[in-house]
């Protein structure tokens, strides 16, 4: 009832579903405060999200790991802390564990987490632009880049992967060794809005 009140048009519903998993986190059930953090992150109430996902971890059993990472990295972006973001959505998609391949989880294919992972790469190369590190900038812009391209192979309409891939390629055009292959990127960077705008949701 609460993620069906969590997942209603435009967050109509939001306080209606965090009243449900308070109920649920009284059971003593880690879903309670993990999915409390889901609906204070749509809120954009950080604090809030980060005080749900320690008592969630708190709770036994605790909740799954990829889970918890999945969620601490989306309050890691909104608290701007990029670096903390990027190692918990890389944990998502490319940890190997026991438990993993016990149940047979297997998140390389899962686009949302993956599109999160690129932009905290492209907000890290961006920084490390503003430090005048370019040599990092670059290899992090390339680490986004994958992860995007990636996004594409899945799931070949993400609009989301094309947008951050326009201004991949843009940005790339930008750290070009001469014009032939400036104007490359520049030629993909406009190839990726076209599709963007083709895939993108009619914001009416």
Do not use: C
Not at 1 to 30: C, D, H, M, S, T
Not at 44 to 57: E, I, M, Q, Y
Not at 127 to 149: I, P
């Amino acid at each position: 009832y609460g993620i069906a009140l969590l997942l209603a048009p435009a967050n109509a519903q939001l306080k209606q579903a965090e009243e449900a998993f308070k109920e649920v986190e009284k059971l003593n059930r880690f879903d309670g405060p993990l999915n409390l953090a889901r609906v204070y992150i749509a809120e954009g109430s950080v604090n809030a999200a980060t005080d749900a996902l320690n008592r969630a971890l708190k709770m036994d059993p605790p909740p799954p790991a990829w889970t918890f990472a999945w969620l601490s990295g989306e309050v890691a972006v909104l608290q701007g802390q990029f670096e903390i973001a990027e190692k918990m959505f890389r944990s998502v998609i490319y940890d190997k564990t026991e438990e993993r391949a016990s149940r047979d989880f297997d998140f390389s294919r899962d686009y949302m987490v993956r599109n999160l992972l690129g932009g905290a790469l492209f907000d890290l190369s961006v920084k490390a632009s503003l430090r005048g590190d370019d040599e990092r900038a670059l290899l992090l812009l390339k680490d986004a880049q994958h992860e995007f391209e990636t996004v594409i192979g899945i799931d070949p309409e993400n609009n989301t992967a094309f947008a951050n891939l326009r201004d991949i390629y843009s940005r790339r055009a930008e750290f070009a060794k001469d014009s032939k292959e400036s104007e490359w990127f520049m030629a993909e960077s406009r190839k990726a809005e076209d599709h963007n705008i083709a895939y993108k949701p009619d914001d009416n």
